[in-house]
């Protein structure tokens, strides 16, 4: 299929350790944005990358989130020193342009115990 | 970008139009009225988007109000397969921006045969 995939689609973390969350966004898509829902709550926005600028972080809710696009096309979303407060489901989507319908992956599940 | 405000949750009997409203009385000339849809244990989906005119595709149908402070999501005839959150938004649609995607709480709607 030509849709966006996330892996792992399931994570479970102990608290304190790091976890690499993986994003293939559909290809020759220039935008690309990472959103983190909590469970029950729509999902709420992290960061997006424009092939491989990272144009905005705000939505970042701490500097143990890190993401980077180094080639403009798959992108990682790194948490470091999980916490409980993690849990959440990772959605990944991308787009042709900044302005164009986003195509989101199935996300992944982490939970932080 | 503008607030949007939806009710938390609507039936539709299966075959039925399903009508979802949508409040954004702050919208601005610019801003565009989207709308996605999360089925349970996926990422979003889009649906339809519209400025000012009334859009229709093989999805759903968006009629805005004339003053464009109120839209209406249809769905023609509702199937099982509808039943999920549907996410108004409202944004500005260029590449000058981020394009970031602000969910609010959505409605719940839950067709029954």
């Known amino acids: 299929g030509a849709g966006v995939s996330q892996s792992p689609r399931y994570k479970v973390a102990k608290r304190g350790q790091d976890v690499a969350l993986r994003c293939d966004p559909i290809?020759?898509?220039?935008?690309l944005f990472w959103y983190q829902q909590a469970l029950g709550q729509g999902p709420e926005f992290l960061t997006y990358?424009?092939?491989?600028?990272?144009?905005?972080k705000s939505g970042l809710p701490s500097d143990r989130f890190f993401a980077e696009r180094p080639e403009g096309s798959v992108s990682t979303l790194k948490i470091q020193r999980t916490q409980q407060e993690d849990s959440a489901v990772y959605l990944c989507?991308?787009?042709?342009?900044?302005?164009?319908?986003?195509?989101f992956g199935p996300g992944t599940r982490l939970t932080v115990l | 970008d503008a607030k949007t405000t939806q009710p938390p949750s609507m039936d539709c009997a299966e075959g039925r139009a399903a009508n979802l409203p949508c409040n954004h009385s702050?919208?601005?000339?610019?801003?565009?009225v989207y709308w996605y849809r999360q089925i349970h244990s996926q990422g979003p989906q889009y649906i339809i988007h519209?400025?000012?005119n009334n859009e229709t595709n093989e999805m759903a149908s968006l009629i805005i109000t004339e003053d464009r402070k109120s839209s209406t999501l249809i769905l023609p005839h509702a199937t099982l397969r509808d039943t999920a959150v549907y996410y108004c938004?409202?944004?500005?649609?260029?590449?000058?921006?981020?394009?970031?995607?602000?969910f609010g709480q959505g409605t719940t709607l839950q067709v029954k045969p």
């Open positions: 989507a991308s787009s042709l342009a900044a302005g164009n319908e986003q195509f």
């Open positions: 702050t919208i601005s000339g610019n801003e565009y």
């Open positions: 990358f424009q092939n491989e600028a990272q144009l905005d």
């Open positions: 938004i409202v944004r500005v649609k260029t590449s000058s921006n981020t394009g970031k995607l602000i």
């Open positions: 290809s020759g898509h220039v935008s």
């Open positions: 519209g400025l000012k």
